[in-house]
């Protein structure tokens, strides 16, 4: 049993920050990839940004300059460092981990959160 919980979700003005982390838990032998995707009310989800075991960074161009994800040194902890936001970053936020529960050629384990909400006020 995986298990993927997020926090750090809130209500910030624009030009405000919000940090969220995502901690992963349960029968695990490494991570490959976490990564931070949103579902605002009436739009398509999207991936935010995500991190690689190798760390390699990827991000939407929306986000680009402002988010940072970044992984803590238990490396089951990833955090995604929210700076300037901006109304259109309101949504709810999903932590998604890509895993392996044994040493593999593939991750076997794909995990989601419940997901964190991030409001952005004009």
């Known amino acids: 049993q995986v298990r993927v919980v997020e926090s750090g979700g809130g209500s910030v003005q624009a030009g405000g920050s919000l940090t969220l982390a995502c901690v992963v838990s349960g029968s695990i032998f490494s991570i490959d990839i976490m990564g931070w995707f949103r579902q605002a009310p009436g739009k398509q989800g999207e991936l935010v940004a995500q991190?690689?075991?190798?760390?390699?960074?990827d991000y939407a161009d929306s986000v680009k300059g402002r988010f940072t994800i970044f992984r803590a040194d238990d490396e089951n902890t990833t955090y995604l460092e929210m700076n300037n936001l901006k109304p259109e970053d309101t949504a709810v936020y999903y932590c998604r981990a890509l895993a392996y529960s044994r040493p593999g050629a593939r991750p076997d384990v794909d995990s989601w959160g419940q997901g964190t909400q991030v409001t952005v006020s004009s």
């Open positions: 991190r690689s075991s190798e760390g390699s960074t």
